[in-house]
């Protein structure tokens, strides 16, 4: 019984759905009906063949549909045309519909400003069709306009078709600067150009051209220089020059110009020629003066070749120019692949030599001479400073006066991906300034400022880790410590620390033995004092310290606590009586620490006290 109830539901349920998903198609159908009852016409847009647009105030404007469907303008005078939105425009008059008759037969046109139409639409079809439109003001409730067919009943058009067909010649014209394909641009040429002085009076001045400056983008999308020297591009600037040219599109046309010198196009200041699809032919424009600064839009005027119309487009375009010569669109970065990328570093100066690597686990570790605890920071940091080091000018050759045959610094970065290292080399000054010859990675030479150079002058001990200890603090169960000739060692108990050595003394705050390890938790040194320690440690008063720090650890699910330390502080540097040499067990380093670590064992050891 239940089964059967249940498939009488389901089918009722069924039921349901397809009598409101026949209502809903029978209600999507009468819309459809509705709206194919009011269109005027019958043809498809794509029978549009010719279309004259004249706006009120406006010159008509014609345009005429090639047989491959392109359109092409041919009045006011014969331009290119934006075949999109003449497809937009025949579309909206096929589609064009009568919401309402308001007259059969009109008496007065001026009641609804048909007498002087705000706009007049002209068409013709495949077949002959002949379509007059004219369009008037809003009616009073502003949501339909006055409109009228080869002179016959006023109707009410929708708002919507008006906007489509309203279109002036800015609108209808092809104002793209360049026609890329789908392969965006690819190369991009640039030249300035200017007139020769001294030309006869009445004869056109000859024009000379300056050195050509082409990049080209392979299949990867890197940028490369290939004229007038090959060598590596700036893939930001480029990139951003390719973007605005891809998108600029032209403004204020002036079709008819009275003199090209008006705008300095006769001769222009510069052209640039792209290419999008390899195969593609290049496409040029030439660009003058900036237009009158009668805005902060001002742009700049431009015309491309075989078209004569000027017209401007924006100005930011013309930052992307090798404003200062070929080498403007060079790769200026001495390190021109992503940090990331390094995984290491090998560095010489005279006959100091270390290599760094990044290795998957642990990040960053001194290699050579000898494997050290490494200052993961402090390599990032001069990572960094490479990064951003930009070198100016370029060389195309390299000649013994650069000093680069025995450089002053030698730095092979070994890149993700590649087992020949690049070499950044630091050579000589350049002649009257205050600037080295440099190479970047790309073996490309540059100059580089003194500031930068400076801080390439690294040491192995720049890079040695300064962190002396470090743990955590309820993990600690042991320390031992000795403050010049008197030894202590503090044990934890269950409830708080103990003193186990001297015998017969106890805290008498917990807050002091809490103060040491709050000290020692984490201690850094300040500096590196020499990478290697010399057998003569009394020099640093390491020999017989003034403090020495042991603590062990114990976590959590240790079999057995872990020694940290000892830590080594000897007597104060002669230069600066606010640190200290210090040391660090299983490391061969001498540091300079604060002086604060001994004072606050001297404050906490106030509170060791008799039983």
């Known amino acids: 019984m239940k089964t059967r109830t249940n498939i009488a539901l389901l089918a009722v349920l069924l039921a349901l759905c397809m009598g409101y998903w026949l209502?809903?198609?029978?209600?999507?159908?009468?819309?459809?009906?509705?709206?194919?009852?009011?269109?005027?016409?019958?043809?498809?847009?794509?029978?549009?063949?010719?279309?004259?647009?004249q706006r009120e105030g406006e010159r008509a404007s014609t345009g005429v549909r090639?047989?491959?469907?392109?359109?092409?303008i041919?009045?006011?005078m014969a331009i290119p045309a934006n075949s999109q939105i003449w497809d937009r425009v025949a579309k909206s008059i096929a589609e064009l519909s009568n919401q309402r008759t308001i007259e059969e037969k009109p008496k007065d046109l001026s009641v609804y400003k048909l007498n002087e139409p705000r706009l007049k639409v002209d068409a013709s079809t495949k077949d002959g069709t002949k379509i007059d439109a004219r369009f008037g003001e809003m009616e009073p409730t502003q949501k339909f306009r006055y409109a009228q067919l080869a002179g016959g009943a006023v109707i009410l058009a929708g708002p919507d078709q008006f906007f489509e067909l309203d279109r002036d010649l800015t609108w209808l014209r092809d104002c793209e600067l360049f026609h890329e394909g789908k392969a965006g641009i690819t190369r991009i040429e640039?030249?300035?150009?200017?007139?020769?002085?001294?030309?006869?009076?009445?004869?056109?001045?000859?024009?000379?051209?300056?050195?050509?400056?082409?990049?080209?983008?392979?299949?990867?999308?890197?940028?490369?220089?290939?004229?007038?020297?090959?060598?590596?591009?700036d893939?930001?600037?480029?990139?951003?020059?390719?973007?605005?040219?891809?998108?600029?599109?032209?403004?204020?046309y002036i079709d008819a110009p009275e003199d090209l010198k008006d705008y300095q196009l006769d001769p222009p200041k510069a052209r640039v020629r792209v290419r999008g699809e390899k195969d593609a032919e290049l496409q040029t424009a030439y660009f003058g003066t900036f237009e009158p600064a009668k805005s902060k839009s001002a742009g700049v005027y431009a015309m491309q070749e075989g078209r004569p119309s000027v017209f401007v487009v924006d100005a930011h375009i013309v930052t992307g120019f090798p404003q200062s010569g070929p080498d403007a669109w060079r790769e200026?970065?001495?390190?021109?692949?992503?940090?990331?990328?390094?995984?290491?570093?090998?560095?010489?100066?005279?006959?100091?030599?270390?290599?760094?690597?990044?290795?998957?686990?642990?990040?960053?570790?001194?290699?050579?001479?000898?494997?050290?605890?490494?200052?993961?920071?402090?390599?990032?940091?001069?990572?960094?400073?490479?990064?951003?080091?930009?070198?100016?000018?370029?060389?195309?050759?390299?000649?013994?006066?650069?000093?680069?045959?025995?450089?002053?610094?030698?730095?092979?970065?070994?890149?993700?991906?590649?087992?020949?290292?690049?070499?950044?080399?630091?050579?000589?000054?350049?002649?009257?300034?205050?600037?080295f010859y440099v190479t970047q990675d790309s073996g490309v030479v540059t100059t580089l400022q003194r500031s930068d150079v400076d801080k390439l002058a690294k040491s192995p001990k720049d890079f040695m880790a300064r962190g002396l200890m470090s743990f955590k603090k309820n993990a600690a169960r042991e320390m031992?410590?000795?403050?010049?000739?008197?030894?202590?060692?503090?044990?934890?108990?269950?409830?708080?620390?103990?003193?186990?050595?001297?015998?017969?003394?106890?805290?008498?705050?917990?807050?002091?033995?809490?103060?040491?390890?709050?000290?020692?938790?984490?201690?850094?040194?300040?500096?590196?004092?020499?990478?290697?320690?010399?057998?003569?440690?009394?020099?640093?008063?390491?020999?017989?310290p003034t403090l020495t720090v042991t603590v062990a650890v114990q976590e959590d699910g240790a079999a057995a606590p872990t020694v940290v330390g000892p830590v080594s502080i000897g007597k104060l540097c002669p230069d600066d009586g606010h640190l200290?040499?210090?040391?660090?067990?299983?490391?061969?380093?001498?540091?300079?620490v604060k002086q604060e670590p001994v004072s606050a064992v001297r404050k906490a050891l106030r509170g060791v006290i008799d039983h």
């Open 23 to 53: 209502v809903v198609k029978r209600q999507a159908q009468r819309k459809v009906e509705v709206v194919e009852a009011k269109r005027l016409f019958a043809f498809a847009p794509s029978d549009v063949t010719a279309i004259t647009i």
């Open 66 to 72: 090639g047989p491959d469907g392109t359109w092409r």
């Open 74 to 76: 041919t009045g006011p």
């Open 190 to 233: 640039f030249a300035r150009l200017r007139a020769i002085p001294g030309a006869p009076e009445g004869q056109k001045p000859e024009v000379e051209e300056s050195v050509a400056v082409v990049a080209e983008k392979d299949d990867n999308g890197i940028w490369s220089i290939l004229e007038p020297e090959p060598g590596t591009a």
């Open 235 to 252: 893939q930001e600037m480029l990139n951003g020059l390719a973007a605005d040219l891809q998108f600029a599109r032209g403004r204020d």
């Open 332 to 435: 200026k970065r001495i390190v021109t692949r992503q940090g990331s990328d390094i995984v290491s570093l090998k560095y010489q100066a005279g006959p100091q030599s270390f290599l760094l690597v990044n290795e998957e686990i642990g990040g960053w570790k001194i290699k050579e001479p000898q494997e050290e605890a490494t200052d993961q920071a402090a390599v990032s940091r001069f990572i960094a400073d490479l990064l951003e080091m930009k070198g100016s000018s370029s060389f195309p050759e390299r000649t013994p006066e650069f000093g680069l045959d025995v450089p002053a610094i030698r730095i092979g970065l070994t890149y993700k991906g590649s087992d020949a290292p690049a070499e950044i080399l630091v050579g000589g000054t350049a002649p009257d300034t205050d600037r």
């Open 480 to 544: 031992k410590l000795t403050l010049e000739d008197a030894s202590y060692v503090f044990v934890r108990g269950e409830q708080a620390w103990k003193i186990q050595e001297p015998a017969g003394k106890v805290w008498e705050s917990q807050d002091d033995m809490q103060g040491l390890l709050d000290r020692f938790a984490s201690l850094y040194a300040e500096s590196i004092d020499a990478a290697t320690a010399p057998p003569d440690l009394s020099l640093f008063g390491l020999d017989k």
């Open 580 to 592: 200290r040499y210090a040391m660090v067990a299983g490391r061969g380093q001498i540091y300079r």
